[in-house]
């Protein structure tokens, strides 16, 4: 298996693996124009190894790629992100957003967050999205969903799955990767994966995800699931971890997790609007395979509007269940136990 994933569609009218052209890029208002050197950094960092350049020019009305800054989720969690648009397998625009509430600032010859993080890290993260390229937590990586403090530039994995996409820049190797051997099984915040988090203002429901190209594919296409960043973490596959698996009622809108095989069959067989969409994620088989950072999640169902809600605390839990969030709520007991988005994960 190779060390990187990509999203699947490409800049260019080539396959994978060709050319991918000029691709044009510009800064807005909102971001300090003295961030433009480390921008463009990185956008060199990425062409030094892949058949494919960059421009930059001076307006966003003209530009492929958008890059700005706004309010994700306040310090820390959700650093940045990456939203493209695309017809077929060929990207059409792209827009990369740095959370303005990391209160970014000039230290020496870089630009860090209050949190120490490095902006160009996050640039060169959040490009690589914006170029074709997913997340990949098998071994420490630029496109890691979590910063890691041990990454200073690309790895081998990230320039594997550039020129898996480009080509190799003219006058440079191919990187070859060798297969990611088996994770042993332990846990820390380097081998766990953002859930990204919406809320539905039609219906209520919230919606959970780890897929970056879904989490884009409902930016751009359903208006009405307002992004509220990283909910919480997860692991990967393991001897340790069990699936969750997520249902869509086709008759509300709404979605169903849950852990129990036998309350999966038993929807399968008697609830037919549920729509069975497979293994959303993974969850720990237990509190203690979780280790420090676990969070159990306490599941609600409301009588009144038919409603699944996950609370991810204690406090919350017991606000819940003393009207806070309005009548109807009852409490189920545990849902899964997953990895709190703090322990300074810095998500990307």
């Known amino acids: ?43 060199a960092t990425w062409s030094s190894v892949a058949n494919i350049s960059f421009q930059q020019v001076s307006s966003t009305a003209s530009a492929s790629i958008d890059l700005t800054q ?12 990456a939203n493209y648009a695309f ?11 740095f959370d303005s509430a990391e209160g970014w600032h000039a230290a020496g010859s870089k630009v860090v967050s209050n ?16 170029l074709g390229l997913d ?3 098998g ?31 003219p006058g440079s190797a191919p990187v070859a990767v060798a297969p990611t051997p088996a994770p042993a099984p332990k846990v820390d915040a380097s081998g766990v994966t953002a859930v990204y988090r919406f809320y539905d203002t039609s219906t209520g429901d919230h919606f959970y995800t780890t897929s970056t190209a879904e989490k884009v594919q409902i930016q751009k296409t359903l208006p009405s699931y307002q992004y509220e960043g990283v909910g919480w973490a997860t692991p990967q596959d393991g001897p340790n971890t ?42 720990y088989a237990n509190a ?14 409301n009588t009144q509007t038919g409603l699944h809600h996950y609370a991810a605390n204690a406090a919350e839990a017991n606000a819940i269940n003393h009207g806070a969030a309005g009548p109807g709520w009852v409490d189920e007991g545990q849902a899964f136990t997953v990895h709190g988005p703090g322990d300074g994960m810095l998500f990307a």
């Open 288 to 301: 203690a395979a979780a280790g420090p950072g676990g969070v159990t999640l306490e599941r609600f169902y």
């Open 135 to 137: 997340h990949y937590n």
């Open 242 to 283: 069990i699936d969750v698996f997520r249902f869509y009622d086709t008759k509300t809108g709404q979605h169903f997790f849950t852990t129990d095989a036998g309350e999966r069959d038993t929807i399968l067989k008697t609830l037919p609007t549920y729509h069975y969409e497979g293994v959303a994620f993974e969850a």
């Open 1 to 43: 298996m190779a060390d990187y994933v990509l999203e699947g569609p490409r800049w260019g009218a080539g396959a994978r693996g060709t050319s991918g052209g000029t691709v044009t890029w510009a800064i807005d208002a909102a971001l300090p124009a003295a961030f433009a050197g480390i921008i463009q950094s990185a956008f």
């Open 87 to 97: 017809s077929g397998q060929r990207m059409s625009a792209a827009t990369v957003t």
């Open 115 to 130: 949190q120490g993080v490095d902006f160009f890290l996050v640039a060169l993260h959040e490009i690589g999205h914006a």
């Open 139 to 169: 071994k420490p990586e630029v496109m890691n969903s979590i910063i890691s403090p041990s990454i200073t530039g690309l790895m081998a994995g990230d320039i594997a799955g550039i020129q898996a996409l480009y080509g190799a820049a």
């Open 70 to 81: 706004g309010l994700i989720d306040g310090i820390g969690n959700t650093l940045g992100y």
